[in-house]
T-cell receptor, first 113, second 114 residues
Framework: DAKTTQPPSMDCAEGRAANLPCNHSTISGNEYVYWYRQIHSQGPQYIIHGLKNNETNEMASLIITEDRKSSTLILPHATLRDTAVYYCIVRVVFQTGANNLFFGTGTRLTVIP | DADVTQTPRNRITKTGKRIMLECSQTKGHDRMYWYRQDPGLGLRLIYYSFDVKDINKGEISDGYSVSRQAQAKFSLSLESAIPNQTALYFC?????????????FGPGTRLLVL
């Protein structure tokens, strides 16, 4: 699976949009971009995923650049409960062997009142 | 996600003891997984199961075993616990076919092996 690069931390004012960037310059054509978040010591929570088109769901929007080498997760109106570590992952079709969901170090988002 | 539950949530045990971590799900998913998370590292796959009759080793299966008692239950056992198995353990289920597969994680079990 392609490696990803994310800033280690970000702050966002409550009520404002949080824009979390992710670089995945070595992504290949069959790899999807996934975003998960982990609130302190809880299980990771799926947020959204996409291949090449922008995606939106009830939690967030995902903007993928045309060359697919980077993406941005957007939380439109951040709340204090959005404070978490956000992980950007790219992965291929599930392999028959080991299939790590490698979270890396992620971005620690702190929403400030 | 309350649909995936893990017991116990915290456990302290001694070296050499056999312990079992249990996972139950009400999502109706066939695929289940066990991961461990260590500080500064990502989640690493221990075992996974595609259905009741299917068990597969992950990257770090040595020292662990699993049992898929039913679609809803997937247990992880440490046959003889050792200190480097101290970690946060997550069970997960998934839905959808790859590459659209989405995983749902339990709340985790924090294990300390003395």
């Amino acid at each position: 699976d392609a490696k990803t690069t994310q800033p280690p931390s970000m702050d966002c004012a409550e009520g404002r949009a949080a824009n979390l960037p992710c670089n995945h310059s070595t992504i290949s054509g069959n790899e999807y971009v996934y975003w998960y978040r982990q609130i302190h010591s809880q299980g990771p929570q799926y947020i959204i995923h996409g291949l090449k088109n922008n995606e939106t769901n009830e939690m967030a929007s995902l903007i993928i650049t045309e060359d697919r080498k980077s993406s941005t997760l957007i939380l439109p109106h951040a709340t204090l409960r959005d404070t978490a570590v956000y992980y950007c992952i790219v992965r291929v079709v599930f392999q028959t062997g080991a299939n790590n969901l490698f979270f890396g170090t992620g971005t620690r988002l702190t929403v400030i009142p | 996600d309350a649909d995936v539950t893990q017991t116990p949530r915290n456990r302290i045990t001694k070296t050499g003891k056999r312990i079992m971590l249990e996972c139950s799900q009400t999502k109706g998913h066939d695929r289940m997984y066990w991961y461990r998370q260590d500080p500064g590292l990502g989640l690493r796959l221990i075992y996974y199961s595609f259905d009741v009759k299917d068990i597969n080793k992950g990257e770090i299966s040595d020292g662990y075993s699993v049992s898929r008692q039913a679609q809803a239950k997937f247990s992880l056992s440490l046959e003889s616990a050792i200190p480097n198995q101290t970690a946060l353990y997550f069970c997960a289920t998934s839905e959808g076919l790859p590459p659209r597969e989405t995983q749902y994680f339990g709340p985790g079990t924090r294990l300390l092996v003395l």
